[in-house]
């Protein structure tokens, strides 16, 4: 078997030739969760053609692969978060795998290699699937479990774009039926709970619940895993596919939860929307009208507050979403009881406590999970990495990665400025002063979630599988200037500082990333954006594009994320900084002389052609290759050497 191109050593990635690796990529993209070419969620669909859909051309049709796959390497990007999802493999039914779309993944790995990127493989999903809000999982799931999705909506029990959205309505965003950045909500819902709830912990809290022969845990679990094998073993022979993420952003449903408690002050612990208990959830499930307060912040912030608003009925049709002669597995399991048009609690403790003890869901199930992920793409490839996350809602209260982790398991945490993401408000007059203040909050918290590095197998590498920047903030006002015509960087200036700010911080930390996220696909319009869910992160869009020989045209706040960085050192970096005012870049390496292959330094033609290098410590040589826009330094022998570059 040949050597994949990027290895680990302790807390660091390196290649073949020994040298530190700074991985600094792209997630490609947002629109791989729908199926092509007319899958978004700007368009109404009732799923029915779940089975018959394709994911082929996503992120891209072929015939544009070389087009944007340089367009990436271009701005300086070595590596790829590549997204797919259970569903686009697995659509049509169980082991009924789509051999066209796994060519076809493979085929744009191999145009990546062509272009020096490396990447992984992430089984995206959000809120579990397309059919309760978000992505992932195929639907014939939810007939498996005895689940009818057609009734999700009419039961309160999802909150979906393609119900709710007005589409008829000419108004691009409607905050009375789908508010912005509301998707997330769905977690807490009962159809997310009870999916979640049975893929980690099926076996442990419903041993009778039965699927083809297997406990629903196993089932699912199973089935996912199978999804996986049948996409490696023909990646297998790519030394640039590094493996594969865990699971994006995975939920845990009602884990750790007491079955009816509600916090006696939800303004203070709850989250924007409708407030459930685990009790709330399943007598909605059944068909049972119930009323949940419903909180709401008090301005564009996440952090100013939350109020609670007038209650709301849930499932006034009392409709089940189980099939008829379906028990729900939980009251069966003794967790509560229907008793006519009550819900009894049978046993307070049936999420929370296991022999006597606290539930820990991340030790409890999680762990195990790893464990069986980490063993599913192994058996096919044994060196590569598991990319691995935990939900990213659990981080901020204390939660992290279980003890006992796969060997070679990557920090892939992911962060946002929550806040700005939730809001899409930005102050577009920062002074210096407030920029530094939110450059050294980004630090401190890229800080953290570097740390919980520290718990996998006495330290691994992080690598930031998700941060971004939305580019419709201030409802679109970037877009509406481009469409009076504006061009040029100040169109996109407050996402350039923004993301500036944020690799400022990740170069301090010298952090490897992935940002969020690159749409082929995308558009300046407030219904469509990356085509999922109103979202609109992506670093590229068409609309934008007005010179097609141009690889920056199409780009948006090119400024912010294409920058110089250290790719690869001949040693270890110690430190980089990029001073975008004075347009100079400093870096210290305690350069190995054993190391053969030099430094090498991303430098953007954009930034001037004609360089000014000073090089102090060691003897070493310097030279820059504008074709590859890469500053290479080979240092003489070992010790520390500084280098500052800046244009002439």
Request: charged residues 25%; aromatic residues 12%.
């Amino acid at each position: 078997m040949s050597q994949l191109e990027i290895g680990i050593s302790g807390k660091r990635f390196i290649d073949a030739k020994g040298r530190h690796v700074i991985l600094r990529g792209i997630n490609l993209g947002s629109d791989c969760k729908l199926p092509y070419p007319d899958g978004g969620t700007d368009r109404p669909t009732d799923f029915s053609d779940h089975r018959t859909v394709s994911f082929v051309g996503r992120p891209f049709p072929l015939a544009e692969a070389d087009e944007h796959l340089g367009r990436i390497k271009h701005w300086g990007f070595n590596a790829l978060r590549f997204l797919v999802t259970w569903e686009a493999v697995e659509h049509e039914g169980p082991g009924q795998y789509d051999v066209e779309y796994i060519e076809y993944v493979r085929e744009v790995c191999l145009r990546a290699q062509n272009f020096g990127l490396n990447l992984f493989i992430d089984f995206h999903q959000d809120v579990w699937s397309r059919m309760s809000g978000g992505s992932g999982a195929p639907c014939w799931i939810f007939e498996k479990l005895g689940l009818n999705y057609q009734a999700f909506n009419a039961a309160g029990a999802v909150h979906v774009m393609q119900y709710r959205y007005d589409y008829s309505n000419p108004e691009r965003r409607q905050e009375d039926k789908y508010p912005t950045m509301s998707w997330p909500i769905n977690y807490r819902m009962p159809v997310n709970c009870i999916l979640w709830t049975s893929f980690f912990a099926g076996a442990t809290l419903t041993p009778k619940w039965i699927i083809d022969g297997e406990n629903v845990q196993d089932y699912l679990q199973n089935k996912y895993f199978g999804a996986v094998r049948a996409l490696a073993q023909r990646l297998s022979d790519l030394d640039n596919v590094m493996g594969f993420d865990s699971l994006n952003e995975p939920g845990m449903g009602w884990l750790g939860e007491k079955l009816s408690e509600r916090h006696p002050d939800i303004t203070a612990k709850g989250h924007p929307g409708p407030n459930w208990t685990p009790l709330d959830g399943l007598r909605v499930a059944r068909g049972m009208t119930t009323t949940l307060p419903v909180l709401r912040a008090t301005a564009h912030s996440l952090h100013a507050g939350l109020v609670r608003e007038a209650d709301r009925q849930f499932n006034t049709a009392q409709v089940s979403i189980w099939n008829p002669g379906v028990q729900d597995p939980f009251e069966q399991a003794g967790a509560w009881r229907k008793d006519g048009d009550q819900a009894v609690v049978v046993n307070e403790d049936f999420f929370a406590m296991l022999d006597g003890r606290k539930i820990n869901p991340e030790g409890d199930f999680l762990q195990p999970f790893f464990q069986k992920m980490a063993a599913a793409f192994r058996e096919i490839r044994p060196d590569w990495f598991l990319f691995a996350e935990i939900n990213p809602h659990v981080v901020g209260v204390g939660r992290t990665f279980p003890k006992e982790m796969p060997t070679n398991s990557i920090n892939t945490s992911h962060w946002y400025d929550v806040g700005l993401l939730w809001s899409k408000r930005i102050d577009t007059e920062q002074d210096d002063a407030a920029k530094t203040k939110t450059r050294n909050r980004y630090g401190l918290e890229l800080a953290y979630m570097r740390s919980l590095a520290d718990r996998i197998n006495g330290g691994s590498p992080t690598l930031i599988g998700e941060f971004g920047i939305p580019y419709d903030l201030n409802d679109g006002e970037s877009f509406s200037r481009w469409g009076k015509g504006e061009r040029g960087a100040d169109v996109w200036k407050p996402q350039a500082v923004a993301l500036e700010l944020t690799y400022d911080a990740m170069d301090m930390l010298l952090l490897s990333s992935t940002q969020w996220n690159y749409t082929a696909s995308n558009r300046n319009d407030l219904r469509i954006g990356d085509g999922w869910n109103q979202e609109d992160l992506s670093v590229f869009s068409r609309d934008q594009q007005t010179d097609p020989a141009d690889p920056s045209s199409g780009g948006r706040a090119v400024e912010g994320f294409s920058r110089p960085y250290v790719q690869r050192a001949q040693g270890i970096l110690k430190s980089m900084h990029f001073d975008p005012k004075e347009k100079r870049f400093v870096a210290e390496v305690d350069a190995a002389a054993e190391v053969s292959a030099p430094t090498e330094i991303y430098w953007p033609a954009r930034l001037g052609k004609d360089l000014k290098v000073e090089l102090s410590g060691v003897e070493a040589e310097w030279s820059y290759s504008l074709k590859d826009q890469r500053v290479h330094v080979q240092a003489k022998a070992t010790g520390s050497f500084k280098i500052s570059i800046s244009a002439q």
